[in-house]
């Protein structure tokens, strides 16, 4: 008995690709609208934890220990198949972005939070002596420096909301996974699917945790300083032979 086994890479994406770049493009546009909430929630909530704003600290902390702690395919199917028990009703686009994002907040909540809370307090009391008040000096010192300190573990939030897009697959939103499982499906060609599936994530990972460190290294205080000195045309202390007094 023999069995005939067929690979065709190129042929199943030359046959597929305007459904492939369909599925690609909404998990492109669910991933940036959870990324960029994920984002707007970090930030909000993890000063709110780090500056022990009453009441709304405690939700917070009650927010991220029950979704941190809970699977995110049971907040998916909450959202999706619980909800609407209690009239509660959501498409299934809404529910993709909405959980993803959920879930993506709670862990850049406390990303921002440790890096706000390692921001030193003499910079802050810097702020108060320059006339700034509370939300000022927020805004002009502690988000600047507290943001680049949480950007190494919020690079990794940001990627794994992106992966975890391909588990939207459950409430059969059309990303890029699902549509790559209904071709497989129709075709029987499920190797060439799921060669596709890992060339295009590694691919978009790849890309996202590029750009990011490339901003994690423009936002060093190094690089930061560099620029100054080449702006003001004065050479780098390295190039002067002596250390920085």
């Known amino acids: 008995m023999t069995l005939a086994i067929t690979y065709d890479l190129g042929s199943f994406v030359a046959e597929n690709w305007s459904m492939l ?6 998990t492109l546009i669910v991933s940036a609208i959870a990324i960029a909430g994920a984002f707007a929630i970090g930030v909000v909530l993890g000063a709110a934890r780090a500056h022990r704003i009453p009441v709304v ?33 959501l498409d299934v686009f809404t529910v993709a972005w909405l959980s993803v994002m959920i879930w993506g907040g709670a862990f850049n909540t406390e990303n921002f939070r440790a890096g706000f809370e390692a921001v030193p307090y003499r910079f802050r009391e810097a702020g108060l002596a320059l006339g700034f008040g509370r939300l000022a000096t927020f805004a002009n010192v502690t ?32 990303e890029l996974t699902t549509t790559a499982f209904q071709i497989s499906a129709l075709t029987l060609e499920v190797l060439e699917a799921f060669t ?7 691919a978009l ?14 936002l060093s205080p190094q690089t930061e300083a560099r620029s100054r000195r080449l ?11 002596r250390p920085v007094s």
Do not use: C, M
């Open 143 to 174: 988000l600047p420096v507290g943001g680049r300190i949480a950007l190494p573990s919020s690079i990794n939030t940001y990627i794994a909301v992106l992966k975890n897009t391909a588990l939207l697959y459950v409430i059969s939103f059309e």
């Open 57 to 89: 600290s405690q939700l917070a902390a009650a927010y991220v220990e029950l979704i941190r702690n809970t699977p995110i395919l049971v907040q998916i199917f909450f959202l999706y198949f619980a909800l609407p028990q209690i009239g509660i009703r």
């Open 21 to 26: 770049l369909q599925g690609l493009y909404r």
């Open 196 to 202: 596709v599936i890992g060339i295009v994530y590694l």
């Open 231 to 241: 702006r003001f045309g004065r050479p780098p202390v390295e190039a002067l032979g």
């Open 205 to 218: 990972v790849w890309t996202l945790s590029l750009l990011i460190r490339r901003l994690e290294a423009r």
